[in-house]
């Protein structure tokens, strides 16, 4: 039988290659950028020139942006292109020498009055949410010297710790050993995939323990590289007298207030969400669910691989009442080469969405391997790219809408497919396999999200003190680990704090908290879809359209009527998702019968 041919994206239609003359001239013209404003910001009031200084700025933001973007896609399809980390440092440090520039001038922006005549200004009506937002930023006591400081260190220092990390994982290449007894060797990319999507118990423990064998062996490192990220952190934030959370909840666009009331109902009803994970150890006979089947699909009959072609038709069927605009923008992706989805051994691992702001052309990165995980992956990273192509021809900065709100289209993309598919008539082993998924998920953002969340927090709180081993990093883990799950699995997943990419980012402060605001907001838009039917399309798209100019809170009391702030909107959130916990319960016990 011929193998499916998948699609892999060019980069023909952007830079081609970071050595070829397009991508060169670019950073010639990002370094003409910054001598320009170098000059403009020394000359004369800042508040006489601050449009052209803008208009310069985005410019000069929109290139260096989207070359990074750029660096990440050349580096994700080839692990092994050693070229493209000392470009990204370098392009990193162009960034960082455009907002040291800019410091000055956002200064003079957030002085100018609210009813000053330059904010009809094309070129600074909207700045204004941004002005609003810097004028209580973490940051904004510190003088410019210091910042100008603490960005010299950062270009030097910090955002090389990523690197490191990545450099680390290249390591990774463990012995594993399928329930045929075949043995081979694979490296950290791979071992995810099996992980998430293959149905071999066999394989995906001895994935898991190899994986664990080498975080055991280099966790020093591990240990040395997050002391580093967090101890430059603490070091600005005390310098700024901040504490490590507001900088967070800035980035994040959302109040103090409304995440700890999403927590408090989470805790409150975790033994009610941990049936998540007890419910699959029940259908597997088992008393606890082994970690490393936390992700693993549907251990249901063998069900045929899905073909990539029907995963799109699929995930086109289920959008489609939505909106025709959905697929006929995924036939465009496809059509323009925009989404990679290879299966190839030098791939990165994950999958994830990016753009070129420049160039307004939107990507997505992923490896497809047939499973219903991996076709949820394809709804996920499609509706990130969405979200961006519907706001592309607004200002740069105000499709730079935060984590926290970038995660509601993609897991309502999940949200919606697996509706659909639950509703198509295809048998009792189609039916469980999407609750499986779906109670999966219900685990995977109410569970193992604020366990990350937890351990960040407490991890932060112990740095402040001192630099902390191996050993103790694991023990808080540990804690974070059974506040969540409880004694619903079987151990814990010790070294998660190593093999978690998300605790290692330089452009992100506590970073996994924002994937669970996003899903309980997808979760809420699913009840909203129920009640406005075909008006429904209108208020998610106009949704989308705020998210890079409104914060969360007012986010959803704009378009939801809801506030966040208090335990009604998120316990509707959470009702809906436990909904997904109870047809699964009543699957289960039909399948008994």
């Known amino acids: 039988m011929a193998i499916e041919s998948l699609p892999e ?22 370094i003409e950028i910054i001598g320009m404003l170098k000059i403009a910001t020394s000359q004369g009031s800042l508040q006489n020139s601050l449009e052209n200084l803008f208009q310069i700025y985005e410019e000069g933001f929109d290139k260096v942006s989207s070359l990074l973007a750029f660096c990440r896609c050349q580096s994700s399809i080839d692990v092994n292109d050693q070229r493209v980390s000392g470009i990204h440092v370098r392009l990193q440090e162009l960034l960082s020498s455009l907002e040291q520039l800019m410091t000055p001038v956002f200064n003079a922006l957030v002085m100018l009055p609210d ?6 200004s094309p070129s600074l009506r909207h700045w204004k949410f941004v002005a609003q937002q810097r004028k209580a930023h973490w940051s904004s006591c510190l003088s410019e010297q210091q910042q100008r400081t603490l960005s010299l260190l950062a270009n030097s220092n910090f955002y090389i710790l ?43 423990k001895s994935a898991f323990e190899g994986m664990n064998e080498f975080y055991q062996q280099h966790s020093a490192l591990y240990a040395d590289v997050l002391n580093q990220l967090a101890g430059f952190r603490l070091a600005q934030f005390e310098l700024a007298g901040c504490d490590y959370i507001t900088p967070s909840l800035q980035q994040n666009r959302i109040s103090l207030t409304a995440l700890n009331t999403m927590f408090s109902c989470l805790e409150q009803r975790v033994g009610e ?42 995930i086109c069927n289920a959008l489609r009442p939505l909106s025709p605009e959905i697929p006929d923008f995924i036939k465009m992706m496809l059509d323009n080469k925009w989404l990679e989805a290879s299966v190839k051994d030098n791939k990165a691992g994950g999958a994830f969405y990016t753009r070129f702001n420049q160039l307004k052309q939107p990507r997505v990165f992923t490896t497809y391997l047939g499973t219903f995980a991996h076709q949820i992956q394809q709804a996920h990273e499609l509706g990130h790219a969405w979200h961006y192509w519907i706001m592309r021809e607004l200002p740069s900065i105000e499709t730079e809408f935060p984590m926290a709100l970038a995660e509601i289209s993609s897991t309502f993309n999940e949200a919606v497919l697996r509706d659909y598919l639950l509703h198509q008539d295809k048998g009792r082993d189609i039916t469980g396999s999407v609750l499986w998924q779906e109670i999966k998920s219900v685990a995977n953002f109410l569970l193992h999200i604020p366990a990350r969340y937890d351990f960040e927090m407490q991890f932060m709180s112990q740095r402040k003190n001192k630099s902390l081993n191996d050993k103790q990093i694991n023990n808080i883990m540990d804690s974070a680990w059974y506040k969540w799950f409880g004694d619903t699995t079987e ?101 008994q019968r």
């Open 115 to 120: 009813d000053d005549i330059r904010w009809q």
């Open 9 to 30: 994206w060019t980069l023909n239609d952007a830079y081609v290659d970071i050595e070829n003359e397009k991508f060169q001239v670019e950073i010639n013209k990002i």
């Open 162 to 204: 990523n690197t490191h990390y990545a450099h680390i994982n290249k390591l990774l290449s463990v012995e594993v050993v399928n329930n045929s007894g075949e043995i081979k060797k694979v490296n950290l990319s791979a071992c995810l995939g099996i992980l998430k999507g293959s149905p071999d118990d066999i394989l995906r």
């Open 491 to 591: 151990g814990t997943d010790r070294y998660l704090w190593a093999s978690k990419m998300h605790f290692y980012k330089t452009d992100q402060y506590i970073y996994n908290y924002p994937y669970t605001v996003g899903y309980l907001i997808s979760q809420g838009l699913l009840v909203e879809r129920e009640k406005l039917g075909d008006r429904f399309f209108e208020h998610y798209r106009a949704l989308l359209m705020d998210t890079g100019r409104l914060s969360v809170d007012d986010l959803i009391k704009k378009h939801l009527g809801y506030d966040i702030c208090s335990p009604i909107f998120w316990n509707q959130c959470i009702d809906r998702a436990m909904s997904h916990v109870s047809a699964f319960e009543e699957h289960f016990w039909a399948c």
């Open 273 to 314: 969400i941990r049936k998540s994970v007890a419910l699959r150890a029940k259908y597997l006979g088992l008393e606890k669910l082994n970690v490393y089947d936390l992700s693993a699909p549907a251990p249901l009959q063998e069900i045929k691989k899905i073909s990539y072609e029907e995963t799109i038709d699929q």
